[in-house]
């Protein structure tokens, strides 16, 4: 027991850099746990006297996972829903009654100002702009951000933290001081800095948009996230038999790395990508609100609500209500996808 | 146990200075302290001296080490803005925002661990689902938005339902003009209290759930409800006190970075706090505050780390001997 609370203290510990409460989500996922797992699914264990003989048929890893995922129908529905929600993203263009800037002309202002109704189901702000085109848009990049924080990020972890936890030694140590120091900065403060300080300047010669500056410094945040668990895992897969048997076999690193332990690391990291797609949806969008993620005339759903923030408490309120459900519904379906993910691949955790 | 604390410590110092010299390289890439400047018409000619005024023209590692000097001294510079001395304001700033953690800390503790003792006694009951759905709510919530949504629905919806001049909760600032009674400080506390409480309520529920469950099935558990002990007095003697000892460690790292991490809550209930001092520090290009501010925000959220680790040591003592 007392390793597995040694183990959620530093999951809350990374989950703190985020600054938001997601370490219960994040500290469930112990790597100690995860490896006992393994060694059931791959019938590593102690088999149950007779057991071999009755043994069901042999079924792949992910024969299992899709067996178990589908049984969480929470997950399922979640994942159906952020399906949809990408759909609605990819095919905005097409779906979106009214254009994303309309003429400014006498017609659409005539329009401004109108409560959700059956023509403009979001409403229109001040200037008659319908705002559901505009969420639906929105989506679009904070649903990009999400996805690209999350891939860059994933590829760089997967590889410092692999490295890391198979060769040990001073490039771990190295690795885990440089994580630990972003522990102890307030990541929100550093962010909004960052964007501030990079913004409008070229970096490797080329002018970064808004968008592509914050998945940029996002990314630099969170691989860290993934780099750490995926040396957790590291650790504990290097002492076990089949790595051994690899090795004495003379499989080169390279080999044991790519063939034998990342292929068993799958589960931790695909639940972990999915959550940082939700982290990086609310950091992104916290950012853009306070004004320092995308800029204007780029619509995201964070600075939707700074421009209408001024709008809570007047008969225009209803403009500060969508955005913020686009972003709650979308990183509530993250993080029911990535619960559902973390119990298919490992049935043993309880929470 | 003193040795375990005192190692602790020096080893935490060394943290402290890498953790400075971040900080430091950090802030010099990001900020631009001559900024304000370059709009004048004689930029050409300022530019230089203020430079070497401020001293930007020396190398590094000197503009590092006379800072350091100047920082454990006591000398922060003053505010390009307000003039004013910055140690003098971050202090100032610092006491308002430990007012929110206070109340914030203990409203969300005494839920969380309600909620969290409540669902692992009812394990799979209708709350219990019902409490796991609201944290994952919570976990999942934008706090910017959740805090627009407050002042809507807590401030204005009452006010224009009951026709009253004045709402019942007010959502800027620490108190009013002229009242400052206990009642109007209240009054002015809920919203932000609200708002910062939303994150840890959903994660230390959880977290008190999970460790409670862990604690429920131990074998001390069983050997006293064997000997006859009621399950209430199991759960709350027994379960509840051993079950708090993880929790408490997550606490004290979430409560360190509190006091860098109010910043939303901070610019939108208008709480002249440590939060409200950084937004508004870098939206007007003052940047003397910058560097000072990180640094403090570092010392508490290593200081609270290092009280978690000294919490559990003294009060797991498995992991003392270990």
Redesign the interface.
């Known amino acids: 027991m007392a390793i597995s609370d040694r183990d959620g203290l530093e999951a809350a510990r990374a989950a703190a850099t985020v600054g938001s409460g997601a370490q219960a989500l994040v500290a469930e996922q112990t790597a100690e746990r995860y490896a006992k797992s393994l060694e059931v699914d791959l019938g590593g264990g102690p088999a149950g006297p007779g057991g071999r003989d009755r043994e069901p048929a042999a079924r792949s890893q992910w024969q299992l996972f899709w067996r178990r995922f589908f049984k969480h129908k929470l997950a399922v529905a979640a994942g159906a829903v952020l399906i949809l929600l990408y759909l609605l993203a990819i095919f905005a263009p097409q779906i979106a009654p009214y254009k994303l800037n309309p003429n400014l002309d006498a017609k659409t202002l005539l329009d401004a100002r109108h409560g959700p109704s059956m023509k403009h189901w979001f409403g229109t702000d001040e200037l008659g702009r319908d705002q559901l085109t505009r969420v639906l848009y929105a989506g679009r990049i904070s649903l990009l951000v999400g996805l690209c924080v999350a891939l860059v990020s994933t590829l760089l972890g997967t590889a410092v933290g692999a490295v890391a936890g198979y060769f040990g030694g001073w490039v771990d140590q190295i690795l885990m001081r440089f994580t630990d120091l972003f522990l102890v900065v307030p990541a929100l403060a550093v962010l909004m800095m960052a964007q501030k300080g990079l913004a409008g300047k070229p970096i490797l010669g080329h002018r970064l948009s808004s968008t592509n500056l914050i998945i940029l410094i996002l990314s630099f945040l969170f691989w860290q996230t993934i780099a750490r668990v995926v040396r957790g895992v590291f650790l504990s897969l290097k002492e076990k038999e089949f790595v051994e048997a690899a090795r004495a076999s003379g499989a080169s690193s390279f080999r044991i790395i790519t063939r034998h332990m990342l292929p068993n690391t799958v589960g931790p990291i695909a639940v972990n990508t999915t959550l940082v797609v939700g982290l990086a949806i609310l950091t992104e969008s916290t950012l853009s609100f306070l004004g320092f993620g995308v800029q204007p005339p780029t619509v995201s759903w964070g600075n939707m609500l700074a421009q209408s923030e001024g709008a809570v408490g007047t008969n225009l309120a209803y403009l500060v209500y969508f955005p913020g459900l686009a972003i709650l519904v979308t990183v509530l379906a993250v993080n029911f996808l990535g619960d559902g993910m973390r119990d298919a691949f490992d049935p043993q955790s309880t929470h | 146990m003193l040795t375990y604390v005192v190692r602790r410590i020096a080893l935490s110092i060394p943290?402290i200075v890498?953790?400075s010299m971040?900080?430091f390289g950090?802030?010099q890439?990001?900020?631009d302290p001559l900024a304000r400047l370059r709009q004048s018409r004689d930029a050409a000619r300022l530019i230089p001296a203020e430079r070497h005024r401020l001293g930007l023209d020396r190398p590094l590692v000197v503009q590092y080490t006379s800072w350091a000097k100047d920082f454990v001294k006591g000398d922060w510079g003053e505010s390009f803005i307000s003039r004013r001395d910055v140690k003098t304001e971050i202090f100032d700033k610092l006491g308002k925002t430990i007012q929110l953690i206070i109340w914030g800390v203990l409203f969300s503790a005494l839920v969380a661990i309600a909620v969290g003792v409540y669902s692992a006694a009812r394990q799979y009951s209708a709350l219990d689902y019902t409490f796991t759905g609201l944290?994952?709510?919570?976990?999942?919530?934008?706090?910017?938005?959740f805090a627009?949504?407050s002042?809507?629905f807590l401030?204005?919806v009452p006010k224009n339902l009951f026709h009253l001049n004045q709402p019942i909760l007010y959502s800027v600032g620490l108190h009013s003009a002229t009242d400052h009674s206990l009642l109007d400080y209240i009054r002015h506390l809920v919203l932000p209290v609200l708002t910062l409480s939303v994150?840890?309520v959903?994660?230390?529920s959880?977290?008190e759930?999970?460790?409670m469950?862990?604690v429920m099935s131990?074998d001390y558990i069983r050997t006293a409800r064997a000997k006859g002990v009621r399950r209430s007095r199991v759960l709350l003697k027994h379960g509840l006190r051993n079950a708090l000892?993880?929790l408490t460690?997550?606490m004290a790292?979430?409560i360190?970075?509190l006091?860098?991490?109010l910043?939303?809550t901070e610019?939108i209930f208008g709480w002249p706090g440590m939060g409200r001092l950084?937004?508004d520090a870098?939206?007007s290009g003052d940047t003397n505050i910058?560097l000072p501010?990180?640094m403090v925000?570092?010392v508490f959220?290593?200081g609270f780390?290092l009280l978690?680790d000294v919490l559990?040591g003294v009060l797991?003592p498995?992991?003392r001997v270990?």
């Open positions: 943290v890498v953790a971040l900080v950090f802030t890439a990001t900020t944290s994952f709510v919570g976990l999942s919530m934008p706090v910017f938005w627009l949504m002042i809507q401030v204005f994150q840890l959903a994660g230390w959880r977290y759930r999970s460790s469950l862990d131990s000892i993880p460690t997550v790292v979430d360190g970075g006091f860098g991490g910043i939303i610019t950084f937004f870098l939206l910058l501010w990180l925000t570092a959220i290593i780390n978690a559990y797991d498995r992991i270990s």
